[in-house]
C-alpha cells in the first residue's frame, strides 16, 4: 500500500474513483465525449489500486496510458458507428421551411423583402416579387430565408387567411 501523506489521509483508490465520478458529472454539464472516457480511465485506476498495491508514479502512469487508450478507442468506434439524429433540422428552423409556401408581405425589391410564413414573418433574399404574391422557400442563409417564384399555377397555390 502506497503512503497515503499526499492526500492526507485518503486511499488512493478512493481519490481515483471520487475524479471518475467528479469526471463523469463533468461530462453531463460539458457534453463533449471526451470526459466520460477520461473518467472511466480513473474508475479503472480506482480499481487497479485497490486490487494491486501500487506506487504513486505508477498510478499517474496507468491513468494517462487508460485514459489515452480509452479517448483513442472511442474516437474510432465513433467514428465507425455515428449517432444519427432521428430529426437532424430540429433546432435549424429556416432549413425546416424549406419548400414551404410563403406569402410576400413586403414587397421583395433589390433582391430583398419579408414574407409571412404561418403566424411570422421572416426578411427574405429573391427575385424581385409583388406584395401578395406567393414565393416557394428554397433555403436560409442564417436568419434570412431564400426565395424563388414558385412554377405553380394559381390552383396549385395556398389559400390566403
Not at 56 to 62: H, K, M, N, T
Not at 74 to 79: C, E, G, P, T
Not at 126 to 155: C, F, H, M, Y
Request: hydrophobic content about 50%; proline content about 6%.
Amino acid at each position: 500500500m502506497m503512503p497515503t501523506g499526499w492526500l492526507n489521509g485518503i486511499e488512493p483508490q478512493w481519490a481515483w474513483l471520487t475524479l471518475g465520478v467528479a469526471l463523469a458529472g463533468l461530462e453531463m454539464l460539458l457534453p463533449g465525449y471526451y470526459l466520460i472516457w477520461v473518467a472511466v480511465a480513473a474508475l479503472i485506476t480506482g480499481v487497479l489500486a485497490a486490487l494491486t498495491p501500487m506506487t504513486l508514479p505508477l498510478e499517474v502512469a496507468s491513468f494517462a496510458v487508460l485514459a489515452v487508450i480509452t479517448v483513442f478507442s472511442a474516437r474510432r468506434f465513433l467514428s465507425d458507428n455515428p449517432i444519427v439524429s432521428s430529426d437532424p433540422l430540429m433546432n435549424r428552423r429556416g432549413a425546416r421551411l424549406a419548400g414551404q409556401m410563403a406569402l410576400v408581405v413586403q414587397a421583395i425589391s433589390h433582391g430583398s423583402g419579408r414574407v409571412r410564413v404561418g403566424d411570422g414573418e421572416w426578411n427574405v433574399r429573391g427575385p424581385d416579387t409583388a406584395e401578395g404574391q406567393w414565393v416557394k422557400i428554397t433555403g436560409n442563409d442564417g436568419a434570412t430565408l431564400l426565395v424563388e417564384r414558385p412554377a405553380l399555377s394559381a390552383n396549385d397555390l395556398p389559400a390566403v387567411d
